[in-house]
Every structure is written in structure tokens, then in C-alpha cells.
């Protein structure tokens, strides 16, 4: 079994920052893509940050120039920087891995959300 364990999330206010965390764990072979989404309350989740073994790196349009993603391969960890925080920001956000598991091939798994609030 796979598990993905976010941290970071909390209060901050408009334009502060806050720094996300999601860490994946347990029989993995090989990680293809880790990635951010979020969901804000009476919205559909949508893909925030995209980040694939390859390199290739997908920023939506909302978060361009404020987010970034970077990686640790050795801790199959991503982190998520977010700067410049704006209210609309506000919202839980979820990490996906999409991986290759020991013995059950390939998985996309989830992890269990953080919140961000961002106050105007």
C-alpha cells in the first residue's frame, strides 16, 4: 500500500505565503507525476501544479508566477511554494501521485487534503 501525507496548510493572510508538503510512502517502484489540486468550497477540484519524473513542469494560469513546485526524488517528496497569496486561493489542496507499486502495477493515489485559508 501507498500513502501520500500532505503538511503545510494553515491561516494567512493576503499576500503572505505558505509552503505545502506531500510526501508519498510504502511499496513503490517508480513515481511518474506528483501533482497539486485543489478544491474550494461549491467548486470542482481542479489541477493547480503538475509535476512529472520528466521534468515537465504544468502551472494553471491562476497561479503562474506565485506558485512553484520542486522535488526531492531521494524522499518522494514535492513541496508547493505559494507566494503572493490571494483570498481565491483559499481552498483544500490534494496531492496525486500517479506510480508504479510493487506487485499491483500502476496506481494514482490521493492524499488527504489541507486546508489554506487566505483572509483579505
Known amino acids: 500500500q501507498v500513502q501520500l501525507v500532505e503538511s503545510g496548510g494553515g491561516l494567512v493572510q493576503a499576500g503572505g505565503s505558505l509552503r505545502l508538503s506531500c510526501t508519498a510512502s510504502?511499496?513503490?517502484?517508480?513515481?511518474?507525476?506528483m501533482n497539486w489540486y485543489r478544491q474550494a468550497p461549491g467548486k470542482q477540484r481542479e489541477l493547480v501544479v503538475g509535476f512529472t519524473n520528466g521534468g515537465s513542469i504544468y502551472y494553471a494560469d491562476s497561479v503562474k508566477g506565485r506558485f512553484t513546485i520542486s522535488g526531492d526524488n531521494a524522499k518522494n517528496t514535492v513541496y508547493l511554494q505559494m507566494n503572493s497569496l490571494k483570498p481565491e486561493d483559499t481552498a483544500v489542496y490534494y496531492c496525486?501521485?500517479?506510480?508504479?507499486?510493487?506487485?499491483?502495477?500502476?496506481?494514482?493515489?490521493w492524499g488527504q487534503g489541507t486546508q489554506v485559508t487566505v483572509s483579505s
Open positions: 496525486n501521485a500517479d506510480l508504479q507499486e510493487l506487485f499491483r502495477g500502476s496506481r494514482v493515489y
Open positions: 510504502g511499496n513503490i517502484i517508480r513515481i511518474n507525476a
